[in-house]
């Protein structure tokens, strides 16, 4: 299994303009999660999906943070206009099942907003 | 409040000797989980262990070696001989039954192993 893919690796864009992350899960995992890290805040949890379903985005910090799921296999992450402060390590998880399994992280998008 | 509390920051040992990590937690559920990730300076995060509430065996696996006691509400997390491939960022990570899919991670410990 190749586990769960994130793209692009790192991003680097200015002010203003729009970035799409995206998001391959374990094929097989029915939850998917996106998580942001920095270091004034730690991990945080933006939203998390079931199903391809968006269960809970109590995370996102603002309307310029939006997240899809069109199927079980893709999922992207958009900021839309990208500010500073979205700068930030950003992670997609899967798990088979609830959480208490753990996830299987992707190995991260570096985001830095100019 | 925080749920998961990893109190040392950072940690610096030299290569070979032993290294505890703290890990305290706050819930009221009887049914709960608790994990402990590793995050190496590649930056991806890689899962360790995972133990549920009913179950307080302490765990080795190789150098590696956990430490779960309800009584404190901890789950330490010991390196026997460390290496330098062990300096990494390790984070504790809490999921209660009662809150669906959430972890709620701890602020992570910064582990430095010195050749």
């Known amino acids: 299994d190749a586990g769960v893919i994130q793209s692009p690796r790192h991003e680097v864009t200015e002010m203003g303009q729009e970035v799409t992350l995206r998001c391959k899960p374990i094929?097989?995992?029915?939850?998917l999660f996106w998580y942001r890290q920095t270091m004034m805040r730690g991990l945080e949890l933006l939203i998390y999906f079931n199903n391809n379903v968006p269960i809970d985005d109590s995370g996102m910090p603002e309307d310029r943070f939006s997240a899809k799921m069109p199927n079980a296999s893709f999922s992207t992450l958009k900021i839309q206009p990208s500010e500073p402060r979205d700068s930030a390590v950003y992670f997609c998880a899967s798990s088979q099942g609830v959480s208490n399994y753990g996830y299987t992280f992707g190995s991260g998008t570096r985001l830095t907003v100019v | 409040a925080q749920k998961v509390t990893q109190a040392q920051t950072e940690i610096s040992v030299v290569e070979k000797e032993d290294v505890t990590l703290d890990c305290v937690y706050e819930?009221?559920?009887?049914?709960?989980?608790l994990f402990w990730y590793k995050q190496p300076p590649s930056g991806e995060l890689v899962f360790l262990i995972r133990r549920n509430s009913f179950d307080e065996q302490n765990e080795i696996s190789g150098r590696y070696s956990w430490n779960f006691q309800k009584s404190t509400s901890s789950f330490n997390f010991t390196i026997t001989a460390s290496q330098v491939v062990d300096s990494a960022v390790y984070f504790c990570a809490l999921s209660e039954a009662s809150s669906g899919n959430q972890f709620y991670f701890g602020t992570g410990t910064s582990l430095t192993v010195i050749p």
């Open positions: 819930t009221r559920d009887t049914t709960y989980y």
């Open positions: 094929s097989g995992h029915d939850y």
